[in-house]
């Protein structure tokens, strides 16, 4: 498995509460992501990173929000947790060498959260 | 953006029959499409790729098979054993480095 871990791997928390997800490299792979996986939704994007301070929004992002300070740490803010965030979360990470090719992705271990 | 479609959703063989999942894309644009294996409270991992300059690629008892025209691709296992039995993911990818994945297969070989 490529050098990515995930904290804390079970979060349990009530709703109105903060959280804070965290993912880290050991690859100094340029692009981090974030994912979140439902039954029936497959995997789908909530941000993502292309470099220090460089992130943007995927397709379900409301809700949370994103920081990396430095290229190994990738973290994942719930300001105000709601039920419907309970979810796997799960980071990954790919290379983004200027090729023009799109790289390989590789996926850490994965989060549980549940908002009650 | 990509829509990515997968089907079938469930699918059950007989161990050494052959299972066959099938990926529809959108965006003409995409160029790279990764197929991951996920067992039950563990992380997708890669099992194969291809890119848009190549119509199949081959590893072992897997294979991949793209058709750009009809916009879309393909997993193929053959002599399916008991421990290919998980989720199988799709995904589409552009020079962006977004991917766009499907909704998952759940396969069971039957011993």
């Known amino acids: 498995d490529a050098g990515i871990t995930q904290s804390p791997r079970h979060k349990v928390t009530e709703t109105g509460t903060p959280v804070t997800l965290r993912c880290h490299q050991t690859?100094?792979?340029?692009?981090m992501y974030w994912y979140r996986q439902d039954p029936g939704h497959g995997l789908r994007l909530i941000h993502y990173?292309?470099?220090?301070?460089?992130?943007d929004k995927g397709e379900v992002s409301d809700g949370y929000s994103v920081s990396r300070s430095k290229t190994e740490d990738f973290l994942l803010t719930l300001e105000s947790a709601t039920s419907s965030q309970t979810s796997v979360y799960f980071c990954?990470?790919?290379?983004?060498?200027?090729?023009?090719?799109?790289?390989?992705?590789?996926f850490g271990p994965g989060t549980r959260l549940t908002v009650l | 953006g990509e829509n990515v479609e997968q089907h079938p959703s469930t699918l059950s063989v007989q161990e050494g029959d052959s299972a066959v999942i099938k990926c529809t894309y959108s965006?003409?644009?995409?160029?790279?499409f990764p197929w991951y294996k996920q067992e039950l409270g563990k992380r997708p991992q890669l099992i194969i790729d291809?890119?848009?300059?190549?119509g199949e690629k081959k590893d072992q008892r897997i294979a991949v098979t793209l058709n750009k025209t009809a916009k879309h691709f393909s997993l193929h296992i053959t002599e399916t054993q008991p421990e290919d039995s998980a989720v199988y993911f799709c995904?589409?990818?552009?020079?962006?480095?977004?991917?766009?994945f499907g909704t998952g297969t759940s396969l069971t070989v039957i011993p």
């Open positions: 990173s292309y470099g220090v301070k460089d992130t």
């Open positions: 995904a589409a990818s552009n020079t962006g480095n977004q991917f766009y």
């Open positions: 690859e100094n792979h340029r692009y």
């Open positions: 965006d003409s644009a995409s160029n790279y």
């Open positions: 990954a990470i790919s290379e983004g060498v200027f090729t023009g090719l799109t790289d390989t992705q590789y």
């Open positions: 291809i890119r848009s300059n190549v």
